[in-house]
């Protein structure tokens, strides 16, 4: 089956600095992959995603990449904002969608 | 309009015991799923339900964890002998179908003593 690691698990940094978030996934087959972030004591939201036809998608402060060669995709926070404090996890599907797996997740820090 | 809810939202039972925590998707979603996330750690797949197809059990941990969908609404995940190691939270996520966006409900957090 999917095997998705996330790297890293804590990140802290300035804000106004940016934050860069990596996942590796296992299966060629997979190509949806979405970003979740949790605020402490909230459910999951997504706050984007990307398929496996393009490459980088952008939603004003966050973009993210995806190699499909290499099997990875990474979210990019700029002018991180005290807001940005959460737990995020990326995941990765297939078309079915039957099943999402999940990254542990990465606990980011914005520090004002 | 309405999200995804969860019932109850907090559940404490004695270790042996049997749990039924319920789900409610928004209207129209046809795939449910079921997750748990353990304290600090990520979500764990636990079953996906499509429409009125046989649904995917495949990441059930062990045969005292079952769960049903109703009229292809509402779900009902029973945990049956209950263990320590079944403390978690327990979450449901809906979506129109297969790989779109998840809304998530708020989640039960189960506490086995």
């Known amino acids: 089956g999917e095997n998705v690691e996330q790297h890293p698990s804590t990140l802290s940094v300035q804000e106004g600095d940016s934050a860069v978030i990596k996942c590796t996934y296992s299966d060629s087959a997979s190509n949806y992959f979405p970003w979740y972030k949790q605020e402490l004591g909230k459910r999951p939201q997504l706050i984007i995603d990307i398929r496996s036809n393009v490459g980088e998608k952008k939603d004003q402060r966050i973009a993210v990449t995806l190699n499909k060669t290499a099997k990875h995709f990474s979210l990019h926070i700029t002018e991180t904002q005290p807001e940005d404090s959460a737990v995020y996890f990326c995941a990765a599907s297939t078309n079915t969608g039957n099943q999402f797996y999940f990254g542990t997740g990465t606990s980011l820090t914005v520090i004002p | 309009g309405a999200g995804v809810s969860q019932s109850p939202s907090n559940k404490v039972t004695e270790k042996g015991k049997d749990v039924e925590l319920r789900c409610d998707p928004i209207?129209?979603?046809?795939?449910l799923y079921w997750y748990r996330q353990s304290l600090g750690q990520g979500l764990e797949f636990l079953i996906y339900f499509q429409g009125n197809s046989a649904p995917d059990k495949s990441g059930l941990p062990s045969d005292r964890f079952s769960a049903e969908r109703t009229g292809g609404s509402v779900s009902t995940l029973t945990i049956q002998r209950t263990q320590q190691e079944d403390s978690a939270v327990y979450l449901c996520?809906?979506?129109?179908?297969?790989?779109?966006?998840?809304?998530f409900g708020p989640g039960t957090r189960l506490t086995v003593t």
């Open positions: 209207s129209g979603h046809t795939a």
């Open positions: 996520a809906s979506s129109y179908s297969g790989p779109l966006e998840q809304y």
